[in-house]
């Protein structure tokens, strides 16, 4: 662990926040649905940092770790995080001592973004701003990896033609899918929403270079798969 550049990290006031114990249901961490009647589970363009807390769980982790180890494998420089939350994938990195890359996530959701700017202040090379998956937003650095991590789902007849504007814009060849699996764990979903998912449809992908890893956590919808995609 990189002790010296972990302690620089400011650690916000999770009043502040609203941070609340984490929500599970039958054992299995879950997420605070929105009230209401819904078939789906909806995009929800403006949310609390405690509404996706389920993803900050130790049974979320692999979700990530598996990002990160993708990220070092390639040696990737210059990251973009596409609907971000507050950029957990930052921590696995400095915890193994990566440090050598240009980091900007963004995400529609101003509490967690304001809570990861906080975090990381003091940090140059990583930077966070409120923004959508259909902004273009100037970067001051080259960019070799995109990470899409349970975004291209909420565009499911556009997902591919926003993946591919963005990495036209960019001019980045690098990418890292994470999407949920059609079907999952009787115990990990609620049998009354339909999957929000393009599973079916990753393999438009495989035009490119792609590698695909299985993740199977146990959290709401923790059957995951991620892509490794070269262009």
């Given at each position: 662990m990189n002790l010296k550049n972990m302690s620089r990290k400011h650690l916000p006031n999770p009043e502040?926040?609203?941070?609340?114990?984490?929500?599970?249901?039958?054992?299995?961490?879950?997420?605070?649905l929105p009230k209401g009647e819904f078939d789906k589970v909806p995009l929800q363009e403006e949310y609390r940092m405690y509404s996706m807390?389920?993803?900050?769980?130790?049974?979320a982790l692999p979700i990530f770790e598996k990002q990160a180890d993708i990220i070092m494998e390639h040696g990737y420089e210059g990251i973009v995080d596409v609907g971000c939350r507050h950029g957990p994938i930052n921590e696995i990195l400095y915890y193994r001592g990566y440090t050598?890359?240009?980091?900007?996530?963004?995400?529609?959701?101003?509490?967690?973004?304001?809570?990861?700017?906080?975090t990381w202040q003091e940090f140059p090379?990583?930077?966070?701003?409120?923004?959508?998956?259909?902004?273009?937003?100037?970067?001051?650095?080259?960019?070799?990896?995109?990470?899409?991590?349970?975004?291209?789902?909420?565009?499911?007849?556009?997902?591919l033609e926003l993946f591919t504007d963005m990495h036209k814009f960019y001019n980045c060849y690098g990418a890292i899918i994470q999407e949920p699996k059609k079907n999952q764990h009787a115990e990990c979903w609620r049998e009354d929403l339909e999957l929000n998912t393009i599973e079916d449809q990753l393999y438009r992908y495989?035009?490119?270079?792609?590698?695909?890893?299985?993740?199977?956590?146990?959290?709401?919808?923790?059957?995951r798969t991620i892509v490794d995609v070269r262009l």
């Amino acid at each position: 662990m990189n002790l010296k550049n972990m302690s620089r990290k400011h650690l916000p006031n999770p009043e502040k926040y609203d941070f609340r114990d984490t929500h599970y249901v039958n054992g299995i961490p879950w997420p605070r649905l929105p009230k209401g009647e819904f078939d789906k589970v909806p995009l929800q363009e403006e949310y609390r940092m405690y509404s996706m807390d389920y993803l900050d769980t130790p049974e979320a982790l692999p979700i990530f770790e598996k990002q990160a180890d993708i990220i070092m494998e390639h040696g990737y420089e210059g990251i973009v995080d596409v609907g971000c939350r507050h950029g957990p994938i930052n921590e696995i990195l400095y915890y193994r001592g990566y440090t050598d890359y240009q980091y900007f996530g963004f995400d529609t959701s101003p509490e967690p973004i304001k809570y990861a700017q906080e975090t990381w202040q003091e940090f140059p090379n990583i930077e966070y701003a409120v923004g959508s998956f259909w902004d273009r937003l100037s970067v001051g650095f080259d960019v070799d990896c995109i990470i899409w991590s349970g975004v291209l789902l909420y565009e499911p007849e556009r997902h591919l033609e926003l993946f591919t504007d963005m990495h036209k814009f960019y001019n980045c060849y690098g990418a890292i899918i994470q999407e949920p699996k059609k079907n999952q764990h009787a115990e990990c979903w609620r049998e009354d929403l339909e999957l929000n998912t393009i599973e079916d449809q990753l393999y438009r992908y495989m035009c490119f270079n792609t590698k695909f890893y299985n993740i199977d956590v146990p959290i709401f919808g923790g059957r995951r798969t991620i892509v490794d995609v070269r262009l």
